[in-house]
């Protein structure tokens, strides 16, 4: 039979196995928090810096057309999908383009206001909330493809030498 100094200690023991057990968890915990914390931060500012480009595009040409294909251009030049123009991309690639459309061609509404039509109403754009269509698209793309489309934004760079001389 234990002495009670040998099951005070084996309690004691238990204590400090389940406060580390508990330690442990927490740390996973945070860890699991701070890296979810981090991708939507990274992800707010690759949409700041996709959205942002495409409005300024958008507010620039005051062709709808011609501004709707500079901005899809220029997104997927940023992702580095393309060097010249939307014809460098497959046919794979016809459901992300037919997503971001009414995106950017309601950016250019948005920048360019249609003047009303001839029974006095104005027109509208083709998405009311472009932030929001284009969170639709993420989640469209995500469910699709099994991966965060603003993911694409992110490039793998190989660790430079530092030479001396």
């Known amino acids: ?21 508990a330690e442990r968890a927490t740390r996973a915990d945070v860890e699991a928090q701070l890296k979810e914390a ?9 949409r700041l810096s996709a959205l942002g480009d495409m409005a300024r595009i958008a507010a620039l040409e005051p062709d709808r057309d011609l501004a709707v ?28 383009i037919d997503w971001l459309r009414p995106i950017a061609e309601a950016l250019h509404a948005g920048a360019h206001p249609a003047a009303d039509d001839a029974g006095g109403e104005p027109k509208e754009a083709p998405v009311a909330d472009p ?8 989640a469209w793309y995500e469910a699709d493809r099994g991966q965060p489309f603003l993911q694409v934004f992110e490039r793998y760079m190989p660790p430079t030498p530092v030479v001396e001389f």
């Not at 039979?1 to 005070?8: E, H, R």
């Open 1 to 21: 039979m234990p002495s009670a100094a040998d099951t005070l200690i084996a309690r004691l023991q238990a204590d400090c196995t389940a406060a580390e057990a």
């Open 38 to 46: 981090e991708q939507a931060r990274a992800f707010a500012w690759r």
């Open 131 to 138: 932030i929001a269509a284009f969170r639709a698209f993420e």
């Open 69 to 96: 294909e500079r901005q899809l251009v220029a997104l997927f030049r940023d992702i580095g999908w393309i060097d010249g123009g939307l014809d460098e991309l497959g046919e794979g690639a016809r459901p992300l």
